[in-house]
């Protein structure tokens, strides 16, 4: 450890080179010590032992007294001396003829070492009516070591620390360890100063114990001038691919705005907001698929000066969606499926699949275990040819849209009846009240409504032709049109909002959930768009890779996955 007593004159050299703008003046100590005439400052030493501390050395430092390397160094790093200070006689009592008035710590040295030390000593000066300093006793010099925490890579060596109203100082080391050796029992105001200029001054108390080696148990943390960011969180959502950035208030007197940066993982970092952000949080929506990014925040105060930047986790932009498995691979046996379009669900998480390719109608459990089939190629009630879409609605009853009919099977797949479809019927769903909607499309383009029984009622005519349908809970109906609109309905078919679907030129079938609608995009650009209420695209997935989707024609939602019929079977999509 290095500290006063035991510096070198190499290391005098290096501090003077530091330190050459300190204060050139010394401590302000008592005046004249040579007790003769009246006495302005009077006082008494005692040993440990209550004997009187003869010949002890006794000098007074004002109180707010900065010890300076400066003074320190013209001294050759001996142990400061303090000039005009005094001894006690064979009483161990000690005087002053005159001292300013002022406040002063009062510092004692017996011959033997002992130490002693007392605080805030107020001195009027009148030596009319002498100031008597309270008796002290020198004991044993104690000591004290620690650490300092600074930012990683910031030198401890550029720090020091002074014992305020004290000829003391300490200058930690290239670990950041300090000590403070053979000082008296007391308390200490110590003011720690770092030439970096990313620090404040900390002014902090330090306690001594008598003939004790005392070790801090904490590191002392020096305060930044602009603080750093607390509480900084990174959440990703991967459905939406939205990053938010959140993190503490900080201290509004020190840092008025901030600032947010992303780094590519092999790249600087680009600061994403054009003005210093006065909230507490970011939102980035502009990350690219399998991309992977670090955030970081950093405070911003008065002078427009950034502090330290505060980095989050790093964070992987996903796909929405993730391919899983094929659960249904192509063919004509049974659990095999050719150019498949429809598909459904059931209440209990069978799949239903309009097997076009086949002229049948196929379930499976939800891991794509096959479970029975009906129809064939025909023209009977019991046949198809070509199914297109088909829904279940809350009893297990299955309809198939084929040409211009729609048949109803029961939950065997035995046909139970049938009506005519007003068009080329193109996609059905059913509404948590089982009220049926068709979408058929061509020179007849409707939106048609029947009962479980067939009864028709209502319908409502499409600006073009019917591509895709679906019923969110709320009840609203999503149509797609093939001109690339999706229209969203109430049950009455008045129009309440519609978007363009990108890329959906020839329309898109749907499946929509509490807040989002998916659409299946094919036409050789193959991929699942995901839409959010307001018609803003918010993901999109399945391009791209081995597993590829090859012209997706439909898809349904089972919790956090999705079924989707392709040129290759039944593909399944998970959440990552």
């Given at each position: 450890m290095r500290y006063l007593k035991h510096s070198t004159s190499v290391l005098a050299l290096f501090l003077l080179s530091i330190y050459l703008g300190c204060s050139p003046t010394g401590p302000d100590v008592a005046g004249d010590g040579s007790q003769t005439g009246n006495a302005?400052?009077?006082?008494?030493?005692?040993n440990p032992d209550g004997t009187p501390a003869k010949n002890a050395k006794v000098y007074f430092i004002t109180y707010n007294h900065q010890p300076t390397l400066k003074k320190a160094l013209a001294k050759t790093l001996a142990t400061m001396a303090v000039g005009d200070s005094t001894t006690t006689d064979s009483t161990g009592t000690f005087s002053f003829d005159s001292m300013s008035a002022d406040t002063y710590n009062v510092f004692g040295e017996g011959p033997?070492?002992?130490?002693?030390?007392?605080?805030?000593?107020?001195?009027?000066?009148?030596?009319?009516?002498?100031?008597?300093?309270?008796?002290?006793?020198?004991?044993?010099?104690?000591?004290?070591?620690?650490?300092?925490k600074m930012e990683p890579g910031d030198d401890p060596r550029t720090v020091t620390m002074y014992v305020i109203g004290a000829t003391k100082y300490a200058l930690p080391e290239s670990d950041a360890s300090f000590s403070l050796a053979e000082m008296a029992e007391g308390t200490y105001r110590v003011r720690i100063l770092s030439t970096l200029d990313k620090y404040l001054p900390l002014d902090t108390t330090l306690t001594i114990d008598a003939g004790t080696e005392l070790n801090l148990p904490d590191s002392i943390v020096l305060p930044l001038k602009i603080p750093k960011i607390t509480d900084f969180t990174v959440n990703y959502d991967t459905l939406k691919q939205i990053v938010t950035l959140s993190w503490d208030q900080a201290d509004k007197s020190r840092i008025t705005g901030y600032n947010v940066y992303r780094k590519h993982v092999d790249s600087?970092?680009?600061?994403?907001?054009?003005?210093?952000?006065?909230?507490?949080?970011?939102?980035?929506?502009?990350?690219?698929?399998?991309?992977?990014?670090?955030?970081?925040?950093?405070?911003v105060d008065l002078n427009g000066d950034e502090g330290i930047k505060v980095s989050g986790d790093s964070v992987a932009?996903?796909?929405?969606?993730?391919?899983?498995?094929?659960?249904?691979?192509?063919?004509?046996?049974?659990?095999?499926?050719?150019?498949?379009?429809?598909?459904?669900?059931?209440?209990?998480?069978?799949?239903?699949?309009?097997?076009?390719?086949?002229?049948?109608?196929?379930?499976?459990?939800?891991?794509?275990?096959?479970?029975?089939?009906?129809?064939?190629?025909?023209?009977?009630?019991?046949?198809?040819?070509?199914?297109?879409?088909?829904?279940v609605d809350?009893?297990?009853y299955i309809y198939v849209l084929d040409e211009m009919t729609l048949k109803k099977f029961d939950t065997a797949g035995v046909f139970d009846t049938s009506w005519a479809i007003k068009g080329n019927a193109q996609a059905i769903a059913i509404s948590s009240e089982q009220s049926i909607y068709v979408a058929t499309s061509h020179t007849q383009s409707y939106v048609q409504v029947?009962?479980?029984?067939?009864?028709?009622?209502?319908?409502?005519?499409?600006?073009?032709?019917?591509?895709?349908?679906?019923?969110?809970?709320?009840?609203?109906?999503?149509v797609s049109t093939i001109d690339g609109t999706v229209g969203v309905y109430?049950?009455?078919?008045?129009?309440?909002?519609?978007?363009?679907?990108?890329?959906?030129?020839?329309?898109?079938?749907?499946?929509?959930?509490?807040?989002?609608?998916?659409?299946?995009?094919?036409?050789?650009?193959?991929?699942?768009?995901?839409?959010?209420?307001?018609?803003?695209?918010?993901?999109?997935?399945?391009?791209?890779?081995?597993?590829?989707?090859?012209?997706?024609?439909?898809?349904?939602?089972?919790?956090?996955?999705?079924?989707?019929?392709?040129?290759?079977?039944?593909?399944?999509?998970?959440?990552?």
């Open positions: 302005a400052v009077v006082g008494v030493l005692y033997d070492g002992n130490l002693s030390y007392q605080d805030s000593v107020v001195i009027t000066g009148n030596t009319a009516n002498p100031d008597t300093v309270p008796p002290d006793t020198v004991k044993l010099p104690g000591s004290l070591a620690g650490f300092l600087t970092a680009v600061k994403l907001n054009v003005q210093a952000l006065t909230d507490t949080f970011y939102v980035d929506s502009t990350g690219v698929q399998d991309e992977t990014y670090i955030y970081s925040v950093v405070g932009i996903l796909s929405a969606f993730e391919f899983s498995q094929t659960v249904v691979s192509t063919g004509s046996n049974d659990g095999q499926v050719l150019q498949p379009i429809g598909i459904d669900i059931d209440a209990h998480g069978n799949l239903y699949v309009a097997d076009g390719g086949n002229s049948r109608v196929q379930k499976f459990d939800s891991t794509g275990q096959f479970l029975l089939n009906f129809g064939e190629y025909g023209s009977l009630d019991s046949q198809f040819i070509g199914p297109v879409d088909l829904a809350s009893a297990g029947f009962s479980p029984l067939g009864d028709s009622i209502g319908e409502w005519s499409l600006p073009d032709g019917g591509k895709g349908i679906d019923v969110a809970p709320n009840g609203q109906i999503f109430s049950s009455d078919g008045t129009l309440t909002d519609s978007w363009t679907v990108q890329n959906a030129q020839q329309g898109c079938r749907l499946a929509v959930s509490d807040s989002l609608f998916y659409a299946a995009i094919g036409y050789n650009l193959d991929y699942i768009t995901i839409i959010d209420f307001a018609g803003n695209q918010i993901a999109r997935f399945g391009s791209g890779g081995p597993n590829a989707l090859e012209y997706p024609k439909d898809l349904t939602i089972l919790g956090e996955k999705i079924f989707i019929t392709d040129n290759n079977g039944i593909q399944l999509y998970t959440r990552p």
